[in-house]
């Protein structure tokens, strides 16, 4: 079974296109480090009553470990199903896919068959590959369904992509975004040009990862000069980690973010907001142990609203790093605008109920 972005329903495909919350979708776990039904439905259930407008699932934040240990499908199959019986609200679902291209082939064949619209391809562990196979490598599980690209900081893994090469990904006819994740102002800039060099800035929109800088990735006008012609792209929405916790609040920020662009001035407090949010991802991913606890620190904010039964992570030597529970306690009392633990009480035992 196949998908081409043609096929996908409008009003789907608008929610992605204008730009959205879309949490990368963490992994429930029981004590057992067993998949916990219960509260992997209820954490789907909290994103979209918050008000995101997609998921992702299958990917870093889900642990690329559950293709291990036979999680990958059962995992992408619940949230789909979720979803569906959930809420009948367009929304845009985006299955992680990774290793070799037979495997992510395949793996875009199971989520397109499970009801996801778009595959978001990690070329971690092609690190010795030419830029010609990376190409090659990505056409073909494009062929299979629409493609978002990522661009993963190379402290967990991801692989240095030049401007050339993000020219011609985004000349790829079913690659419809592009998720920005190097953590590094040069490389950011080498998509955002490398799309206007392809001229699909149309087609191909540009989300954030790089959650060092989330706010100023949103606000920012990005004005590229394509021959004569000067194009004026902006980074929609995120895809973030990040916004796997303080979900509501995330939503509203977003919704600000849109707003704000179409003032001609912005106001000077927005810096100290981009400033505040950088500070919590510091630790809530864990910054000052480079990123050692990014994944259990993200479990231990769900862990605190009831979200999560606790903060296991596959691997078991996988867990905070020392002194990140301390930096976790210092921005709640820091920044308690920016939590959402209110809403999370107030639905909590409906996202829990069977």
């Known amino acids: 079974m196949t998908l081409h972005h043609s096929q996908i329903d409008p009003m789907v495909r608008s929610v992605f296109q204008l730009g959205t919350v879309i949490p990368a979708h963490p992994l429930a776990l029981t004590a057992q480090r067993s998949l916990d039904l219960r509260y992997q439905r209820a954490l789907t259930r909290y994103y979209l009553d918050a008000g995101a407008g997609g998921l992702a699932v299958g990917v870093h934040t889900t642990q690329f470990a559950i293709r291990d240990v036979g999680l990958y499908e059962p995992v992408l199959r619940l949230a789909a199903e979720t979803a569906r019986a959930w809420t009948d609200r367009p929304r845009f679902l985006i299955a992680g896919l990774a290793g070799s291209t037979a495997q992510a082939c395949q793996e875009a064949a199971l989520a397109v068959g499970l009801g996801y619209h778009a595959g978001l391809l990690s070329l971690a ?30 402290a967990v893994g991801g692989v240095v992509l030049p401007r050339p090469f993000w020219r011609r990904f985004a000349a790829i006819d079913n690659v419809i975004g592009i998720k920005i994740a190097p953590f590094n102002r040069y490389r ?12 699909t800035e149309d087609r191909v929109a540009l989300y954030t990862g790089n959650d060092d800088a989330i706010v100023l990735d949103l606000l920012t006008p990005y004005v590229i000069q394509r021959g004569g012609e000067t194009v004026t792209v902006r980074i929609v929405g995120g895809l973030l980690g990040h916004w796997s916790v303080w979900v509501r609040s995330a939503v509203t920020l977003l919704a600000r973010c849109h707003a704000a662009i179409l003032d001609s001035a912005l106001e000077r407090s927005w810096l100290t907001t981009n400033a505040a949010v950088t500070d919590c991802n510091a630790a809530f991913f864990d910054a000052g142990n ?43 009392a820091a920044y308690p605008e920016f939590n959402d633990d209110a809403f999370v009480a107030a639905g909590l035992n409906r996202w829990l109920a069977d």
């Open 125 to 154: 562990g092609f690190t010795a590959a030419s830029h010609d196979d990376l190409i090659a490598h990505c056409r073909a599980v494009a062929d299979v369904m629409p493609l978002i690209g990522f661009y993963l900081q190379p």
């Open 188 to 199: 950011t800039l080498d998509v955002i040009r490398g799309v206007v060099e392809a001229g």
């Open 290 to 332: 480079d990123f050692r606890g990014c994944i259990a620190g993200v479990h231990e904010v769900l862990r605190r609203q009831g979200l999560l039964r606790g903060i296991w992570c596959l691997d078991p030597t996988e867990t905070l790093g020392p002194g990140q529970a301390e930096e976790i306690d210092r921005v709640y």
